[in-house]
C-alpha cells in the first residue's frame, strides 16, 4: 500500500480528501501545521480520529515568520501588493510536506486544493473553485510527487461527500482569512510589527487633491471613495519612495503590457522567443486575456495582452495558462 502525507487543517476539504485517498488504497498520514489556532487543531485532531489515520502537528512558526509574514509586511511597505498563500505554498506548506514524507518514506504528497496535477505538470481545477492560481510556484520537482483529490470536483459536491460520510466538519465554513491574521484586521496586524508609512498626498493628473491615511491600506484597483468632477477616482500607483498614491480614471486603469520578476516557469523558459497564452493577475476567474510571453536571462516575464487587463498590482502575481495546463507564475513588477 503506497503512502501518502495529506496537508490536513481539519476543514472539509482536506478530511474529503483523506476519504478519497483512502478509497483509491492510500495509507493516509495526516500532517497538521500549527500555527496557534487551539479550535483548529482539534478540530484536525477529532476528524482525523474519525477517519482512522494517523495525524502529526507540526509546529511551523518559524518558517511562516521568515518565509511568509516577514515578506507580507515588507510587501506593503514597498507600497505593493502580497498573497500569502502564493508565497506560503512552495516554501512553508509543500516543503513541510515533502520533508514529512521522506521522514515516514511515502511517495505521494496531497492537499485540499481545487486543481490537478499529473506527471509534473499544474492544471486548473473545475471553474467554479479552481485554485490553481495559488499553486503558481510550487516547482515541477514538488508537483511531481502531488495528488489533488479534489481537483475534479466542484465544493458543493464535496459538501456533500462529507454529510453522506458524518465527518463531524461536514458544516464547518470555509476559512477566508489569513491564517496568521484570524481577525482579518491586517492594518493592525502590521502596525504590531512596523512603523507605518504616515499620511501623504493623493496624486490625480499631476494635481494635489487631497491626502491618503498610509500607502499600506491600499492597492492598484481599488476606488478611492467620493467623486471628482462627477467622476469616480481609482488608484492606479502607489510611490512608496515619494508616499504617494496616484489615481487614475476607470479607463485608464487597464493595461496590455504587464511585468513580472522572479518567474516560476513549470515549462522550458521561452527566452529569445514569445509564446502564446492566457493571463491572470489576480485570483479571479473571469479576467484571463490571451496575450505573447517571453522570459528573459534574468528571471523575469513580459506579457503583451491583446486585450488589456485591469490595474495590475505590484507584488500580486502574474500567472500564465495554455488552456487549462499552467505555465508559471511571478511577481508583478
Known sequence: MSKVVLGFSGGVDSAVCAALLKKEGYEVHGLYLDNTDENARRDAELTAEHLGIDLRVLEIRPELEEKVCRPFADCYLRGETPNPCILCNPTVKFKSLLAEAERIGAERIATGHYARAEGGALYKGLPANDQSYMLCRLTREQLVRCVFPLGRYEKKQVRAMAEELELPVAHKPDSMEICFIPDKNYVRWLSERVILPP????????????????????????????????????????????????????????????????????IDPPVGRSIPATIRVRHTKWEEPPCAATADEQGGMRATCVTPVRAPAAGQSAVLYDGERVLGGGFIV
Open 199 to 266: 499620511p501623504g498626498n493623493f496624486i490625480f493628473h499631476g494635481a494635489v487633491i487631497g491626502t491618503h491615511e498610509g500607502i499600506h491600506r491600499y492597492t492598484v484597483g481599488q476606488r478611492r471613495p467620493g467623486l471628482v468632477e462627477g467622476r469616480k477616482l481609482y488608484i492606479s500607483c502607489i510611490d512608496a519612495a515619494q508616499n504617494e498614491i496616484e489615481l487614475a480614471l476607470w479607463e485608464e486603469l487597464f493595461q496590455t503590457e504587464v511585468r513580472a520578476r522572479d518567474f516560476n516557469w513549470l
